[in-house]
């Protein structure tokens, strides 16, 4: 897997006062993904696509996100002061390792015994070749840790690059349909109760559950299921 081609995908350019809660560039891949206002707004954390302007970055004229067109360039920004969050590459400054290692194997341990209905698929899907809870859960927790802005865990394991390449080798589009994606944010919810993430401090606990969204963004789900899944978040 590699990073979409420059002809397929347009560039999302954060152009805010507010620090942005991913990367300051993005490049969506329109051969995947069909542009929408509620898409942009899982990627950039916002809880509300109304409050996001999308403008060309060349005319600064306004945009409809659902007009998104590949090779062009569009700066986004949320009008007035947005919710108060945790940048993704400062989460591992406020949830330290150990917490991130107990939060995967809380959430595989639930996969690991999840076969009901549509679980079974599910669980076959998500715990791959992994013959125990506990090595299913090795991997997320280092991805988790590096992605977040600490060590390199996940490349240390896997090899440079693997951070981002190796990832979306994993998660094909089979694997994140919205089913699957609810189940997943279901089995995670409950992952971080358990292992009280965040503490006493609701802006990390709020900024991970914006993660999950984030990370949902990447895959083509309809304005309703992104909502469906920000509501139960």
């Excluded at 954060?14 to 206002?37: G, N, V, Y």
């Excluded at 949320?78 to 991130?100: F, S």
Aim: one cysteine or more; a positive charge.
């Amino acid at each position: 897997a590699a990073l979409p081609p420059r002809s397929a995908s347009c560039m999302l350019l954060w152009e805010s006062e507010q620090q942005c809660f991913c990367r300051e560039s993005i490049r969506l891949d329109l051969s995947k993904l069909t542009p929408a206002a509620e898409t942009v707004a899982a990627i950039f954390g916002s809880p509300d696509a109304t409050a996001l302007v999308v403008c060309d970055a060349s005319t600064s004229s306004r945009v409809d996100p659902a007009a998104l067109v590949a090779g062009g360039r569009y700066t986004v920004r949320l009008e007035g002061r947005g919710p108060a969050w945790v940048p993704i590459k400062q989460l591992a400054a406020r949830v330290d390792e150990r917490t991130v290692q107990r939060l995967s194997a809380a959430f595989y341990a639930r996969v690991w015994a999840d076969d009901v209905a549509e679980g079974s698929a599910f669980r076959a899907i998500f715990v791959g070749h992994a013959t125990r809870a506990s090595d299913a859960a090795d991997a997320p927790w280092r991805w988790l840790v590096e992605m977040w802005g600490g060590p390199k865990r996940y490349s240390e394991r896997y090899g440079d690059g693997a951070l981002v390449t190796r990832m979306l080798s994993k998660h094909a589009a089979v694997r994140m349909r919205f089913a699957f994606c609810r189940r997943w944010l279901e089995h995670m919810l409950a992952a971080m109760e358990e292992v009280r993430l965040g503490g006493d401090d609701p802006a990390v606990s709020e900024s991970v559950r914006r993660y999950w969204l984030h990370f949902f963004g990447f895959f083509e789900l309809s304005g309703t299921e992104r909502r469906e899944l920000r509501a139960l978040a």
